[in-house]
Nanobody
Framework: QVQLVESGGGLVQAGGSLRLSCAAS????????MGWYRQAPGKQRELVAT???????HHADSVKGRFTISRDNAKNTVYLQMNSLKPEDTAVYYC??????????????WGQGTQVTVSS
């Protein structure tokens, strides 16, 4: 089994910062692309940022210059540093990863989600 466990969400005032973490654990051979998505109430889930195993990143236009994705391959962990937060960043943030399971192949996994609330 593989699990993605997120942490770091919470309530913050506009202009503040939060750092999300997501650790993959279980029968993992390797971790390929990792990413963060978010879903606000009444809206579809949207891409926030992705990062390859080699460190190539992609950020959605709405968060460029404010959010930074990074990862620690030794810990199978991905991070999202969120600065200059805005009320419109309020959402449940989900971690996503493509993971090679020993003896099984590549599978895509989601974390359980962590709430980020930005007050104005």
């Amino acid at each position: 089994q593989v699990q993605l466990v997120e942490s770091g969400g919470g309530l913050v005032q506009a202009g503040g910062s939060l750092r999300l973490s997501c650790a993959a654990s279980g029968s993992i051979f390797s971790v390929n692309d990792m990413g963060w998505y978010r879903q606000a109430p009444g809206k579809q889930r949207e891409l926030v940022a992705t990062i390859t195993s080699g460190g190539t990143t992609h950020h959605a236009d709405s968060v460029k210059g404010r959010f930074t994705i990074s990862r620690d391959n030794a810990k199978n962990t991905v991070y999202l540093q969120m600065n200059s937060l805005k009320p419109e960043d309020t959402a449940v943030y989900y971690c996503n990863a493509d993971i090679w399971r020993s003896g099984y192949g590549f599978f895509n996994y989601w974390g359980q989600g962590t709430q980020v609330t930005v007050s104005s």
